[in-house]
């Protein structure tokens, strides 16, 4: 059984870092894409980035490019988000989701309903 359990959240000054870590079990990390959203009270749960097992192809809401890094350690089966330059925007729960690696499409990916394991989300405030 999949299980997807994130740490690394917390309360932050605007303008701060936070790097979220998600470790994953269960599944057979490589073949997986991995990817971070998050829903802010009141919102809709939105897409922040995903990475593919290679960890060569990765792809951001435009909201948080150039701020934001996803990575991956396929020997530790664990996928990162440094966040930087945070801004109060950026409160909200953030999860983990793990899909198997079928289509190239990148829009595919984009959607939440298209990853079938999630971890239990943690949570991000940015202080303004």
């Known amino acids: 059984q999949v299980q997807l359990v994130e740490s690394g959240g917390g309360l932050v000054q605007t303008g701060g870092s936070l790097r979220l870590s998600c470790e994953a079990s269960?599944?057979?990390?490589?073949?997986?894409?991995m990817a971070w959203f998050r829903q802010a009270p009141e919102k809709e749960r939105e897409f922040v980035a995903f990475?593919?097992?290679?960890?060569?192809?990765?792809d951001y809401a435009d909201s948080v490019k150039g701020r934001f890094t996803i990575s991956r350690d396929n020997a530790k089966n664990t996928v990162y988000l440094q966040m930087n330059s945070l801004k109060h925007e950026d409160t909200a729960i953030y999860y983990c989701?793990?899909?198997?690696?079928?289509?190239?499409?990148?829009?595919?990916?984009?959607?939440?309903?298209?990853?079938?394991?999630w971890g239990q989300g943690t949570q991000v405030t940015v202080s303004s």
């Open positions: 269960g599944l057979t990390f490589s073949q997986y894409i």
């Open positions: 990475l593919r097992g290679s960890g060569a192809n990765e």
């Open positions: 989701a793990a899909a198997e690696s079928i289509f190239y499409s990148r829009d595919y990916y984009l959607r939440d309903r298209n990853y079938p394991h």
